[in-house]
């Protein structure tokens, strides 16, 4: 198998150049697959890449792993930094390992303090890895077994005769009893999502350690039968108390099966692929670490949704939804967005980088929210050429905007001068 490790927004080709981050040579037939692929997301509204000149691909902001037919593996890293080189493609996966733990809330178990810092193996083997250790615990703990009724003929009684059949029996068939029995069975929707799963990693992985317990753990679970209605099974998953022993494999169950990510790409000729829109990404760890370091009195919406840019024939049209709220009681006190985007500290003739589109954004969502007076934030990754917040935007005296940086490395934010007191951070 050929591994092509890059970054968002790099460039792809079938011509020989060197290879780095930002570009790389895979075959024509990896190519010729990713335009096809590339085509049907365009199709359900999403751009994963873009065709320059019929020689080169430009990959759009979708990070993680996906396989080509032909085994090219292609793992794509978040861009957090202008430089390129082997140091920040490990730190960059280490970096993504930590923002999709958080952000999707998986209970990541490891066998040793430093694996995910030294784990170098694409994102999908850390997943199945992942996976199979928390199968592994499961089992060693117990699986949950259930009673399934069966009703069949038999030579001989067992459990319930079935009187109503039974009676109906033609005279030649008299000596066959119809009855209904329960078997204790590890047949449940659980147990089939996790055989199903399994047997997926069997065939993917390609690490020895993750392949040799895959295969012990399939063994043990050879009885079981595979999923077949993934989604199904999923929906009747049982929350119980005596089936809370399952709940840290579902999310692992999840990514494996494709149930739990945003766009996933799967196929009988290749193996598991896990794309994820870093946008989102990025907001949704952003709101998991804000609300864990929100102060008292103050709460956080995500994605609110109640106010719209105006109203046609009695009804709202144009929906507006800032990425987080923070409310003082039933008052809204900020307004920000989250957005995944490296800008730069000085103005320069691009005004640092900023699009006037979510200026736009804010200001629509300061009048909406905040009726026209109150404190908005951008929010946009921390780098060497954005360390710490610009100076306020005014939109009006009572309404501003700063643009702040968010630390992926300590998982905080660099409020300005003006809103330390406001917001009472340590």
């Not at 792809?12 to 895979?26: G, H, I, R, S």
């Not at 733990?101 to 890895?129: C, S, Y």
């Amino acid at each position: 198998m050929k591994i092509v490790v890059v970054r968002e927004y790099a460039r792809l080709t079938t011509d020989p150049v060197e290879a780095t981050l930002d570009q790389a040579t895979v075959t024509p037939s990896a190519f010729e697959w990713l335009c096809n692929l590339a085509a049907g997301f365009s199709k359900g509204g999403a751009s994963l890449l873009h065709l320059e000149n019929r020689r080169w691909l430009r990959l759009d902001s979708y990070v993680g792993v996906v396989e080509t037919p032909c085994g090219t593996l292609l793992e794509i890293l978040p861009k957090h930094t202008p430089v390129s080189n082997e140091d920040i493609a490990a730190k960059s996966r280490a970096l993504l390992i930590k923002m999709l733990a958080e952000a999707l809330d998986l209970p990541v178990r490891t066998t040793e303090k430093t694996d995910i810092t030294t784990f170098r193996h694409p994102l999908l083997e850390w997943v199945m890895k992942q996976f199979v250790l928390s199968l592994d615990h499961l089992i060693k703990r117990g699986l949950r077994f259930d009673y399934q009724r069966v009703e069949e003929e038999q030579h001989f009684l067992r459990g319930q005769l079935d009187v109503v059949k039974q009676m109906r029996q033609p005279p030649g068939r008299a000596h066959i009893f119809n009855i209904r029995h329960d078997l204790f069975l590890l047949e449940r929707p659980e147990n089939r999502l996790l055989k199903t799963a399994l047997m997926r990693v069997c065939r993917t992985t390609n690490q020895p350690q993750t392949w040799r317990l895959a295969h012990e753990l399939a063994g043990l679970l050879a009885d079981m039968p595979d999923s077949t209605d993934t989604q199904r099974d999923f929906r009747v998953w049982s929350n119980e108390r005596l089936m809370a022993h399952y709940q840290p494999v579902r999310p692992w169950c999840e990514l494996v099966l494709g149930q739990h990510m945003p766009l996933t790409v799967r196929g009988a000729t290749h193996g598991i692929s896990l794309l994820f829109p870093m946008e989102k990404l990025f907001e949704r760890y952003v709101e998991t670490r804000l609300r864990k370091q929100l102060p008292s009195p103050y709460s956080l919406k995500a994605q609110a949704r109640s106010a719209s840019l105006c109203r046609h024939n009695g009804a709202d049209m144009f929906q507006l939804r800032p990425d987080f709220l923070v409310r003082e009681g039933c008052k809204n006190i900020f307004a920000m967005d989250a957005k995944w985007k490296l800008i730069s500290g000085a103005y320069g003739e691009n005004k640092y980088g900023l699009s006037q589109a979510d200026f736009y954004q804010l200001f629509a969502y300061g009048h909406k929210y905040l009726d026209g007076t109150g404190k908005m934030l951008l929010i946009f990754p921390l780098t060497a050429e954005f360390p710490e917040a610009l100076p306020a935007f005014d939109f009006s005296p009572a309404l501003k905007l700063w643009v702040v940086p968010f630390d992926l490395e300590t998982d905080r934010m660099t409020w300005p001068n003006e809103l330390k007191m406001a917001w009472h951070t340590p």
